[in-house]
Nanobody
């Protein structure tokens, strides 16, 4: 599975962005998907995950209520809607695919995208 993120950019604090992650391959619907981010000098941080069917979602406390993960298996795409953005949300955002489970543990994911930069100005 190859993953390609898009939708990042520069936004003012309080604004919104929607990230997309397009997956190649016919088996996209068999994977749980997750979103992570990494800011300079910081460890990778789990944000959200969604089950293969989209019926189960899981969020980190830091983004709960502001970010929404969703997926469209017909389009082989997973999304991250980000609202009420803060300067501390500035990071490179990554999507990842997991064949086996819905998990916040990054090391469990099998495939990763190259990342998309999100910069939130104050």
């Amino acid at each position: 599975v190859q993953l390609v993120e898009s939708g990042g950019g520069l936004v003012q604090a309080g604004g919104s962005l929607r990230l997309s992650c397009a997956a190649s391959g016919r088996t996209f619907s068999m994977y749980a998907m997750g979103w992570f981010r990494q800011a300079p000098g910081k460890e990778r941080e789990f944000l959200a995950a969604i089950s293969w069917s989209g019926g189960i979602t899981y969020y980190a406390d830091s983004v709960k209520g502001r970010f929404t993960i969703s997926r469209d298996n017909a389009k082989n795409t997973v999304y991250l809607q980000m609202n009420s953005l803060k300067p501390e949300d500035t990071a490179v955002y990554y999507c990842a695919a997991d064949r086996s489970s819905l998990t916040p543990q990054g090391q469990q994911y099998d495939y990763w995208g190259q990342g998309t930069q999100v910069t939130v100005s104050s």
